[in-house]
């Protein structure tokens, strides 16, 4: 694919975008306008400091990824050999991601001189690194994650159908809605015994009310690309760190529903451009702080927003 340089970005939709819309909008301006072009030499400087910033990861995050990765690393393990690798292999894949990226926040100046190459963990660039309690918690989740990626009814399932039943796995693409294009990205696609699509998804987090709508997309762009009906899928979301399963019923209904929200969520964003042919959006101070202003601290763009949290008194 060839790299078309464009003044603003091509307008898109995805669970996550629209979930940093909902959470804060200045954020929102941040990551997916003020931070576009900024890794040019001729980028101005907040612009460089917010592709920059937004680059960060946080370790728990960090965590989220690398389960995944290694939950895809057994997809195609059962997928070419029809068996799971097993739970040492899984953990210290794991383990060897998270003490790169440790090792890689010990040197900022590669990260500063490129951030796309080079990872920074968030404790490390605003303050002193991780504390003993954090990584505490990381090895909690860890060791509670994996076995339960080996354990989850998903595998369970697949292993009982045979390695070929896998369709997709981690593959990012996208459908088209509305004129706009629509990111897809499902952590795991099978059929089961009964030759439905099981459309699964790894989380590493709580339980949330929006995992189902995200099962939704998903299936929306599994009927748009392979023209699968919806009384041929389901869902499943795969709770990590309970163990917990929690399945998702798709319909022509619930299908329905997820367009029209897409939509909604479409309307709201465009509603808060200065024009929405070019993408070009307001100025910044149209993009309000979050509502929630506790959790500043912790997000990636808090220096660009420190000081006006300061002339609040509120960080």
Same mark, same amino acid.
């Given at each position: 694919?060839?790299?078309?340089r464009?003044?603003?970005?091509?307008?898109?939709w995805?669970?996550?975008?629209?979930?940093t819309f909902?959470?804060? &909008?200045? @954020?929102?301006?941040?990551?997916?306008y003020?931070?576009? +072009?900024?890794?040019?030499?001729?980028?101005d400087? /907040?612009?460089?400091l917010?592709?920059?910033?937004?680059?960060?990861t946080?370790?728990?995050?960090? !965590?989220g990824?690398?389960?995944? /990765?290694?939950?895809d690393? *057994?997809?195609?393990?059962? @997928?070419s050999?029809?068996r799971?690798? #097993?739970?040492?292999?899984?953990i210290?894949k794991?383990?060897?991601?998270l003490n =790169?990226?440790?090792?890689?926040?010990?040197?900022?100046d590669?990260?500063?001189?490129?951030?796309?190459?080079? !990872?920074?963990?968030? #404790?490390f660039?605003?303050g002193d690194?991780?504390? &003993?309690?954090?990584?505490?918690?990381?090895? +909690?989740k860890?060791? *509670?994650?994996?076995?339960?990626?080996?354990?989850?009814?998903?595998?369970?399932?697949?292993? =009982?159908?045979?390695?070929?039943?896998?369709?997709?796995?981690? #593959?990012?693409?996208?459908? =088209?809605?509305?004129d706009?294009?629509?990111?897809?990205?499902?952590?795991?696609?099978?059929k089961n015994?009964?030759?439905?699509?099981?459309?699964?998804?790894w989380?590493?987090?709580k339980?949330?009310?929006s995992?189902? #709508?995200?099962?939704h997309?998903?299936?929306?762009?599994?009927?748009?690309k392979?023209?699968?009906?919806?009384?041929?899928?389901t869902? &499943?979301?795969?709770y990590?760190?309970?163990?917990v399963?929690?399945e998702?019923?798709?319909?022509?209904?619930?299908?329905?529903?997820?367009?029209? /929200?897409?939509?909604?969520s479409?309307?709201?964003?465009?509603?808060?451009?200065?024009?929405?042919?070019?993408?070009?959006?307001?100025?910044k101070? @149209?993009?309000?702080?979050? &509502?929630?202003?506790?959790?500043?601290?912790?997000?990636?763009?808090?220096?660009?927003?420190?000081?006006?949290?300061? /002339?609040?008194?509120i960080?």
């Amino acid at each position: 694919m060839v790299f078309t340089r464009t003044e603003y970005p091509v307008f898109s939709w995805s669970s996550s975008r629209k979930g940093t819309f909902d959470e804060c &909008r200045r @954020k929102y301006y941040y990551n997916y306008y003020l931070a576009h +072009n900024g890794w040019e030499d001729g980028a101005d400087e /907040e612009a460089r400091l917010a592709y920059k910033l937004k680059k960060l990861t946080g370790i728990h995050l960090l !965590l989220g990824s690398a389960v995944h /990765e290694v939950a895809d690393y *057994a997809a195609k393990i059962v @997928k070419s050999e029809n068996r799971l690798p #097993s739970e040492d292999t899984m953990i210290e894949k794991v383990r060897f991601l998270l003490n =790169s990226a440790w090792k890689e926040s010990q040197q900022p100046d590669l990260w500063e001189q490129n951030p796309n190459r080079y !990872l920074i963990l968030h #404790s490390f660039y605003y303050g002193d690194g991780l504390s &003993r309690d954090v990584v505490d918690k990381i090895k +909690n989740k860890l060791y *509670a994650a994996v076995p339960n990626i080996l354990k989850s009814k998903t595998f369970k399932e697949i292993l =009982s159908c045979g390695g070929d039943s896998i369709k997709l796995h981690e #593959s990012m693409d996208t459908f =088209s809605l509305f004129d706009v294009d629509i990111y897809a990205v499902p952590d795991l696609v099978y059929k089961n015994s009964s030759g439905k699509w099981v459309v699964a998804d790894w989380k590493t987090g709580k339980e949330h009310d929006s995992h189902p #709508s995200q099962i939704h997309v998903y299936c929306l762009y599994l009927a748009d690309k392979y023209g699968v009906a919806a009384e041929e899928m389901t869902g &499943r979301v795969e709770y990590l760190l309970t163990g917990v399963t929690r399945e998702v019923e798709v319909t022509g209904d619930s299908l329905d529903t997820a367009v029209q /929200e897409i939509k909604e969520s479409i309307e709201k964003m465009k509603k808060e451009l200065k024009d929405s042919e070019q993408n070009i959006p307001l100025a910044k101070e @149209k993009y309000p702080l979050a &509502r929630h202003r506790h959790f500043c601290r912790y997000c990636n763009f808090y220096q660009l927003c420190r000081e006006e949290l300061q /002339e609040e008194n509120i960080i």
